[in-house]
């Protein structure tokens, strides 16, 4: 399988079909049995999470995983902004940084302009997983993964969320994977979908195929 | 009888700052504290012995808890093994690794300067360990406060809250362990070094039950001085290592025996866990009475009742997780 510079990709599948084996290989939480995984020209199958994280980033189903509770919103969003400088002796705290992911969060709508330092553990769900997908884009990556990043919000959230995650997406570029068991999310963005059954891949329509896809014809292919 | 807690508690203050950094900031209660304490109490003593400056020896125990703290960083991380065991393991290796050093159970200074000694005579000898203390406390908290302050904190800060979220953004999570007891241990090796100066020997059970005085301590401290910023929660490790000096004292005041001091630190410990919990069960009560008696109907009443349920819960959990608001 093959991912093009720009893809928005919904990957799709009953359960235990494979989807979560995927991300997860690619992430690196699982590791290989065969075959390679390369990133940005980088061959990364069995190399470790932290080696990958420099061209990857991942939002995690629970908001509780993406972000670290006992730190503030700014704390979380320095943590994520560069993945290569973890030992820096440098102080962090800068106030043009500051003011800048102050217009950052302005732009989720979420009320978390004013909460910088919040520690996010008082932050609901819906705003945590925004601010997830936020420090996810924040470096930039050559791929996010988004693994059923939407699945423990409430119905409204779910959208808004959906809407950030296309806006952010647009707007940056950025090559993406997204598991969902939404089908109408899958059907709605991106530009490709796949779906995924017993390990394997059963179908992968891009551009007008997947547009003009409905979700009776995806139904029927959940055997 | 406050002078000389004031300098014992300073000079345990690093210890209590390790425990802190192993147990609050990482979240991994760290054993190897019983090993490190008295390793850095045999090196300072021994290499003093063998004609080596005070000073260099007490950088000698410092780095000395350093190497044990490495130790157990790398058997928890890189060999998985569990932090509990391998605490208790590199604790238990260090108590024949200090008999190499020491060559018998207790080992006492000769004539040898200790740091308490380079300060002008005329000075009382309880008041020079206080401003021995106060320096090395300063120099421990000052590194701690910048180191906190850097990206390298922060990382260290985000590993011990959420592991998962760190690997995925950069840091490694291992390296970051390890480099955490590594300073844990080195802080323990100090004090256990000061320690022996103060006492003017080293001595191969002078690490017994330091980790429950280092927890102990941590605890005191977060009860009498609260807060999220980083500065008042090092200054609440240093007010936590001079109280319960002084809550030593006073019960040794009150006519306990040296040998029932292990015992008293145990006590103090359970007691220190259970009065916020106590505490906090009253608060709620209290509160929620006051609230019903504005209430007429039973069937709020039941309402409230399941809501304090969850929030005592709630708060018990927050007490032993150093949940700050």
């Known amino acids: 399988m093959k991912v093009y510079d720009g893809d928005f990709i919904s990957v799709i599948g009953n359960n235990g079909a494979g989807k979560s084996t995927l991300l997860n290989t690619i992430a690196g939480t699982l590791s290989a049995d065969a075959g390679e995984i390369d990133l940005a020209s980088h061959s990364v199958v069995n190399k470790s999470i932290t080696y990958r994280s420099r061209w990857m980033s991942r939002v995690f189903q629970d908001p509780k995983m993406g972000t670290a509770g006992d730190l503030s919103v700014a704390e979380n969003l320095v943590l994520a902004q560069s993945h290569t400088h973890t030992t820096s002796l440098r102080r962090y705290k800068k106030a043009d940084r500051w003011n800048r992911y102050q217009e950052l969060l302005k732009t989720l709508n979420m009320g978390l302009e004013d909460r910088l330092e919040t520690q996010v553990k008082y932050l609901s769900g819906g705003q945590r997983q925004a601010l997830s997908l936020l420090m996810a884009t924040l470096s930039k990556p050559k791929l996010l993964l988004l693994d059923e990043h939407t699945a423990a919000l409430d119905p409204k959230t779910s959208r808004d969320v959906m809407e950030i995650t296309q806006d952010i997406v647009t707007r940056e570029g950025l090559t993406t994977m997204m598991i969902t068991h939404k089908m109408s999310d899958a059907l709605k963005y991106g530009n490709r979908l796949i779906m995924v059954q017993d390990g394997q891949i059963k179908l992968d329509v891009s551009g007008e195929d997947k547009k003009n896809l409905k979700s009776e014809d995806l139904v029927g292919l959940f055997a | ?105 207790n080992i006492p200074l000769l004539d040898q300067k200790v740091l308490m000694n380079y300060l002008p005579e005329s000075i009382t000898p309880d008041v020079q360990t206080i401003i021995v203390g106060l320096i090395i406390t300063s120099i421990v908290v000052g590194l701690l406060y910048s180191m906190f302050k850097t990206r390298l904190g922060l990382s260290l800060m985000a590993t011990g809250n959420n592991k998962a979220m760190s690997s995925a953004n950069g840091i490694q999570t291992d390296g970051m362990i390890i480099f955490g007891y590594m300073i844990s241990n080195g802080l323990i090796a100090l004090s256990g070094s000061l320690i022996a100066q103060s006492n003017g020997y080293a001595d191969i059970g002078m690490g017994i039950g330091t980790i429950v ?82 209430l007429s109907e039973g069937e709020e009443y039941e309402q409230q009742s399941e809501i304090r349920n969850i929030s005592s819960q709630k708060l018990t959990k927050g007490i032993l997780s150093g949940d700050r608001e």
């Open chain 2, 1 to 105: 009888m406050l002078i000389s807690s004031l300098g014992q508690g300073l000079l345990w203050a690093p210890l209590v700052i390790g425990v802190f950094i192993t147990f609050r900031i990482l979240d991994i209660p760290d054993l190897t504290t019983e090993g490190s304490f008295p390793f850095g109490a045999a090196v300072t003593i021994s290499l003093m012995l063998h004609g080596q400056s005070t000073f260099v020896a007490t950088m000698a125990g410092f780095l000395a808890g350093c190497i044990a703290g490495i130790v157990t960083g790398i058997l928890d991380t890189k060999l998985g093994i569990p932090s509990l065991l391998a605490g208790i393991l590199t604790m238990t290796g260090l108590y024949s690794v200090n008999m190499h050093i020491m060559g018998k159970s």
């Open chain 2, 213 to 294: 005085i280092g927890l102990a301590s941590v605890l005191v401290g977060e009860i009498f001085l609260r807060g999220r910023n980083i500065l008042v929660r090092l200054l609440a490790m240093v007010f936590g290592a001079i109280i319960y000096r002084l809550l030593l004292t006073i019960a040794m005041g009150l006519g306990f025996p040296p040998d029932d001091l292990k015992i008293l630190s145990a006590i103090i410990l359970v007691i220190v866990i259970c009065v916020p919990i106590i505490q906090n069960r009253i608060k709620t009560k209290k509160q929620l009475k006051q609230y019903l008696s504005q």
